[in-house]
T-cell receptor, first 111, second 110 residues
């Protein structure tokens, strides 16, 4: 039972670099989400998808991009990394009536 | 816009004492509310949801629409309850988004 798998677990970027955070789920869930978790701020929604080929912005989308070419995969792209993007990133998935299943998180530092 | 407020960032209680983690919400529709928990070095996971009216690990939460609250309670806290707790509200729209509160770090002291 893999569930939601995120890679990498840790990453350090220099300002201006780019990277892709990978997220894949094997539960055939239509809904997928990317959140960032900052101390004292809770989880903020970055982007979400209600199915393959459909994505939309959440509360804090600036500096990020996503794609959803398959039901399983929902990668998050950071272009021109900035220190403000230092955070822990969580991917999650669900069906319409189910609870959210979370990945184990990616801890990203931008220096 | 929907909003979830958890007024306490940190909460410490002694083992065996009652614990209440506060959650208030604002939402124009009929709310669907949850408590998620993150234990140290573990993934975020669902603790309970209001529609289930269940007790999980001794925790209960009652939706009070008049006070727009969904406080989490346990009569006798245990050390293993120490964790970060998030209250969340689910959007009734097509995206089924969850809006999270800022979280409460609960520490149960021996």
């Amino acid at each position: 039972n893999a569930g939601v798998t995120q890679t990498p677990k840790f990453r350090i970027l220099k300002i201006g670099q780019s990277m892709t955070l990978q997220c894949t789920q094997d539960m055939n869930h239509n809904y997928m989400y990317w959140y960032r978790q900052d101390p004292g701020m809770g989880l903020k929604l970055i982007y979400y998808s209600v199915g393959a080929g459909i994505t939309d912005k959440g509360e804090v989308p600036n500096g990020y991009n996503v794609s959803r070419s398959t039901t399983e995969d929902f990668p998050l792209r950071l272009e021109l990394a900035a220190p403000s993007q230092t955070s822990v990133y969580f991917c999650a998935s669900t069906t319409a009536a189910e609870k959210l299943f979370f990945g184990s998180g990616t801890q990203l530092s931008v220096l | 816009a929907q909003r979830v407020t958890q007024p306490e960032k940190l909460l410490s209680v002694f083992k065996g004492a009652p614990v209440e983690l506060k959650c208030n919400y604002s939402y124009s529709g009929s709310p669907e509310l949850f408590w998620y928990v993150q234990y140290s070095r573990q993934r975020l996971q669902l603790l309970l949801r209001h529609i289930s009216r269940e007790s999980i690990k001794g925790f209960t939460a009652d939706l009070n629409k008049g006070e727009t609250s969904f406080h989490l309670k346990k009569p006798f806290a245990q050390e293993e309850d120490s964790a970060m707790y998030y209250c969340a509200l689910r959007d009734s729209g097509s995206a089924r988004q969850l809006t999270f509160g800022s979280g409460t770090q609960l520490t149960v002291l021996p």
